[in-house]
Protein backbone atom coordinates (compact mmCIF):
# COMPACT_ATOMS: atom_id res chain seq x y z
CA UNK A 1 0.00 0.00 0.00
CA UNK A 2 2.04 2.99 -1.00
CA UNK A 3 -0.90 6.19 0.33
CA UNK A 4 -3.68 8.17 -0.76
CA UNK A 5 -3.55 7.91 -4.67
CA UNK A 6 -5.65 10.31 -6.36
CA UNK A 7 -6.99 10.33 -10.25
CA UNK A 8 -6.07 11.65 -12.17
CA UNK A 9 -3.27 14.14 -11.43
CA UNK A 10 -4.27 16.94 -13.85
CA UNK A 11 -7.71 17.82 -15.35
CA UNK A 12 -7.48 20.61 -17.85
CA UNK A 13 -11.92 21.52 -19.06
CA UNK A 14 -13.73 23.99 -20.31
CA UNK A 15 -16.14 25.70 -18.63
CA UNK A 16 -19.40 24.20 -18.28
CA UNK A 17 -18.26 20.45 -18.56
CA UNK A 18 -18.17 17.93 -15.98
CA UNK A 19 -15.75 16.64 -14.16
CA UNK A 20 -14.66 13.59 -12.00
CA UNK A 21 -12.03 13.03 -9.85
CA UNK A 22 -11.30 10.27 -7.46
CA UNK A 23 -9.52 9.32 -4.77
CA UNK A 24 -8.43 5.60 -3.03
CA UNK A 25 -7.50 5.67 0.28
CA UNK A 26 -5.02 3.83 2.50
CA UNK A 27 -6.68 0.20 2.84
CA UNK A 28 -8.85 -0.49 5.81
CA UNK A 29 -9.29 3.35 6.37
CA UNK A 30 -12.58 4.30 7.57
CA UNK A 31 -12.85 8.22 7.14
CA UNK A 32 -12.17 10.03 4.16
CA UNK A 33 -11.75 13.88 3.27
CA UNK A 34 -11.69 15.94 0.71
CA UNK A 35 -10.71 19.33 0.75
CA UNK A 36 -9.91 22.02 -1.90
CA UNK A 37 -6.84 24.30 -1.82
CA UNK A 38 -6.43 27.52 -3.88
CA UNK A 39 -3.33 29.55 -4.75
CA UNK A 40 -2.08 31.02 -1.22
CA UNK A 41 -4.17 29.60 0.89
CA UNK A 42 -3.99 26.59 3.47
CA UNK A 43 -6.57 23.38 2.72
CA UNK A 44 -10.32 24.03 3.07
CA UNK A 45 -12.74 21.46 4.44
CA UNK A 46 -15.51 20.16 1.68
CA UNK A 47 -17.27 17.00 3.01
CA UNK A 48 -16.16 13.92 5.19
CA UNK A 49 -17.52 9.96 4.79
CA UNK A 50 -17.10 7.26 7.54
CA UNK A 51 -17.07 4.39 5.65
CA UNK A 52 -20.03 4.72 2.98
CA UNK A 53 -21.82 7.71 4.81
CA UNK A 54 -21.46 11.24 3.97
CA UNK A 55 -21.20 13.07 7.46
CA UNK A 56 -20.56 16.37 6.90
CA UNK A 57 -20.65 18.92 3.86
CA UNK A 58 -18.89 22.38 3.92
CA UNK A 59 -21.19 25.49 2.67
CA UNK A 60 -18.44 25.73 0.07
CA UNK A 61 -19.96 22.60 -1.65
CA UNK A 62 -22.17 24.03 -3.81
CA UNK A 63 -25.08 21.89 -5.30
CA UNK A 64 -22.94 21.65 -8.69
CA UNK A 65 -20.37 19.51 -6.23
CA UNK A 66 -21.22 16.22 -5.55
CA UNK A 67 -19.21 12.85 -3.66
CA UNK A 68 -19.74 9.37 -3.09
CA UNK A 69 -18.07 6.90 -1.47
CA UNK A 70 -19.75 2.97 -2.52
CA UNK A 71 -19.25 0.52 -0.46
CA UNK A 72 -16.76 2.80 2.01
CA UNK A 73 -13.67 2.69 -0.52
CA UNK A 74 -13.00 4.67 -3.17
CA UNK A 75 -14.58 8.01 -3.08
CA UNK A 76 -15.65 10.45 -6.28
CA UNK A 77 -15.58 14.30 -6.68
CA UNK A 78 -18.10 14.94 -9.40
CA UNK A 79 -17.96 19.11 -10.42
CA UNK A 80 -21.02 19.87 -13.13
CA UNK A 81 -21.28 22.86 -14.88
CA UNK A 82 -17.49 23.89 -13.82
CA UNK A 83 -16.62 27.56 -13.58
CA UNK A 84 -12.88 29.10 -13.44
CA UNK A 85 -13.69 29.74 -9.93
CA UNK A 86 -13.52 25.57 -9.83
CA UNK A 87 -9.83 26.10 -10.68
CA UNK A 88 -7.84 24.83 -7.59
CA UNK A 89 -5.92 21.93 -6.13
CA UNK A 90 -8.41 18.98 -4.88
CA UNK A 91 -6.75 16.82 -2.07
CA UNK A 92 -8.21 13.49 -0.39
CA UNK A 93 -6.89 12.57 2.99
CA UNK A 94 -7.87 9.14 4.94
CA UNK A 95 -7.78 8.82 8.64
CA UNK A 96 -8.03 4.96 10.22
CA UNK A 97 -9.81 5.75 13.27
CA UNK A 98 -12.48 7.72 14.76
CA UNK A 99 -10.69 9.11 17.34
CA UNK A 100 -7.89 11.97 18.33
CA UNK A 101 -5.94 9.07 19.59
CA UNK A 102 -4.87 8.65 16.37
CA UNK A 103 -6.51 10.99 13.97
CA UNK A 104 -3.60 11.47 11.70
CA UNK A 105 -5.42 12.44 8.69
CA UNK A 106 -2.86 11.32 5.37
CA UNK A 107 -3.11 13.43 2.07
CA UNK A 108 -2.96 12.33 -1.30
CA UNK A 109 -1.00 13.80 -3.89
CA UNK A 110 -4.01 15.79 -4.95
CA UNK A 111 -5.73 16.54 -8.54
CA UNK A 112 -4.81 19.92 -10.32
CA UNK A 113 -8.30 21.31 -11.92
CA UNK A 114 -7.92 24.66 -14.67
CA UNK A 115 -11.05 25.51 -15.81
CA UNK A 116 -10.58 27.60 -18.78
CA UNK B 1 -16.38 28.98 13.92
CA UNK B 2 -13.16 27.76 14.04
CA UNK B 3 -10.22 29.94 12.42
CA UNK B 4 -6.13 29.80 11.57
CA UNK B 5 -3.91 32.76 11.33
CA UNK B 6 -0.58 32.09 10.49
CA UNK B 7 0.94 36.06 10.31
CA UNK B 8 4.57 35.25 8.39
CA UNK B 9 3.79 34.04 4.77
CA UNK B 10 7.86 33.43 4.66
CA UNK B 11 10.64 33.23 6.93
CA UNK B 12 13.71 32.58 5.88
CA UNK B 13 16.31 31.86 8.42
CA UNK B 14 20.17 30.87 8.42
CA UNK B 15 21.42 27.00 9.37
CA UNK B 16 21.72 26.85 12.63
CA UNK B 17 19.55 29.88 13.50
CA UNK B 18 16.84 29.41 15.50
CA UNK B 19 13.05 29.28 13.33
CA UNK B 20 9.99 29.98 14.64
CA UNK B 21 6.95 29.63 13.19
CA UNK B 22 3.47 31.45 14.88
CA UNK B 23 0.21 30.20 14.72
CA UNK B 24 -3.01 31.94 16.22
CA UNK B 25 -6.51 30.52 16.70
CA UNK B 26 -9.90 30.96 17.61
CA UNK B 27 -12.05 28.26 18.65
CA UNK B 28 -15.36 28.10 21.36
CA UNK B 29 -14.54 24.72 22.73
CA UNK B 30 -11.44 22.22 23.50
CA UNK B 31 -9.54 22.48 20.02
CA UNK B 32 -6.66 19.52 18.68
CA UNK B 33 -4.19 21.33 17.01
CA UNK B 34 -1.51 20.24 14.35
CA UNK B 35 1.30 21.29 12.64
CA UNK B 36 1.81 19.56 9.06
CA UNK B 37 4.75 20.46 6.30
CA UNK B 38 4.89 20.21 2.56
CA UNK B 39 8.37 19.75 1.16
CA UNK B 40 9.05 20.30 -2.06
CA UNK B 41 7.46 17.87 -4.78
CA UNK B 42 5.44 15.97 -1.55
CA UNK B 43 2.30 15.97 -0.34
CA UNK B 44 1.22 17.14 2.99
CA UNK B 45 2.34 15.43 5.73
CA UNK B 46 1.30 15.67 9.62
CA UNK B 47 4.62 16.89 11.56
CA UNK B 48 3.50 16.93 14.82
CA UNK B 49 0.42 17.13 17.04
CA UNK B 50 -0.03 18.64 20.52
CA UNK B 51 -2.12 15.97 22.08
CA UNK B 52 1.17 13.46 21.38
CA UNK B 53 3.49 16.26 22.88
CA UNK B 54 5.98 14.88 20.72
CA UNK B 55 9.50 16.79 19.51
CA UNK B 56 9.72 15.69 15.61
CA UNK B 57 12.56 16.48 13.62
CA UNK B 58 13.96 18.75 16.59
CA UNK B 59 10.35 20.68 16.23
CA UNK B 60 8.44 21.10 18.86
CA UNK B 61 5.30 23.62 19.66
CA UNK B 62 3.10 24.24 22.78
CA UNK B 63 -0.62 25.01 22.80
CA UNK B 64 -1.22 28.13 25.19
CA UNK B 65 -4.88 28.44 25.73
CA UNK B 66 -4.40 31.72 27.25
CA UNK B 67 -2.66 33.03 24.15
CA UNK B 68 -4.46 31.02 21.65
CA UNK B 69 -1.41 29.73 20.16
CA UNK B 70 0.73 27.21 18.77
CA UNK B 71 3.85 28.56 17.73
CA UNK B 72 6.42 25.72 15.95
CA UNK B 73 10.10 26.29 17.10
CA UNK B 74 13.53 24.53 16.25
CA UNK B 75 16.38 25.83 18.04
CA UNK B 76 19.05 25.20 14.99
CA UNK B 77 16.94 25.30 12.09
CA UNK B 78 18.66 22.77 8.72
CA UNK B 79 18.60 23.28 5.00
CA UNK B 80 16.42 20.29 5.17
CA UNK B 81 13.62 22.20 7.41
CA UNK B 82 13.28 24.47 3.79
CA UNK B 83 9.59 23.45 2.83
CA UNK B 84 5.94 24.66 3.39
CA UNK B 85 4.32 24.46 7.03
CA UNK B 86 0.47 24.61 8.13
CA UNK B 87 -1.05 24.99 10.81
CA UNK B 88 -4.23 23.28 11.37
CA UNK B 89 -7.37 23.32 14.49
CA UNK B 90 -9.55 20.38 14.62
CA UNK B 91 -12.53 20.09 17.25
CA UNK B 92 -13.62 17.86 19.83
CA UNK B 93 -16.51 16.83 18.23
CA UNK B 94 -15.84 16.57 14.46
CA UNK B 95 -12.29 15.60 12.92
CA UNK B 96 -12.17 17.90 10.25
CA UNK B 97 -9.64 20.35 9.89
CA UNK B 98 -9.12 23.92 9.73
CA UNK B 99 -5.88 24.96 7.82
CA UNK B 100 -3.99 28.26 8.27
CA UNK B 101 -2.51 30.12 4.95
CA UNK B 102 0.87 28.76 5.49
CA UNK B 103 4.50 30.18 6.15
CA UNK B 104 7.04 29.43 3.50
CA UNK B 105 10.23 28.42 5.22
CA UNK B 106 13.78 29.06 3.84
CA UNK B 107 16.41 27.85 5.07
CA UNK B 108 20.00 29.23 4.04
CA UNK B 109 23.32 28.11 3.72
Known amino acids: DTGVSQNPRHKITKRGQNVTFRCDPI?????LYWYRQTLGQGPEFLTY????????KSRLLSDRFSAERPKGSFSTLEIQRTEQGDSAMYLC??????????????FGPGTRLLVL | AQRVTQPEKLLSVFKGAPVELKCNYS??????LFWYVQYSRQRLQLLLR??SRESIKGFTADLNKGETSFHLKKPFAQEEDSAMYYC???????????FGAGTTVTVRA
Open chain 1, 49 to 56: FQNEAQLE
Open chain 2, 88 to 98: AIGGSNDYKLS
Open chain 1, 93 to 106: ASSPRDSWDDETQY
Open chain 1, 27 to 31: SEHNR
Open chain 2, 27 to 32: YSGSPE
Open chain 2, 50 to 51: HI
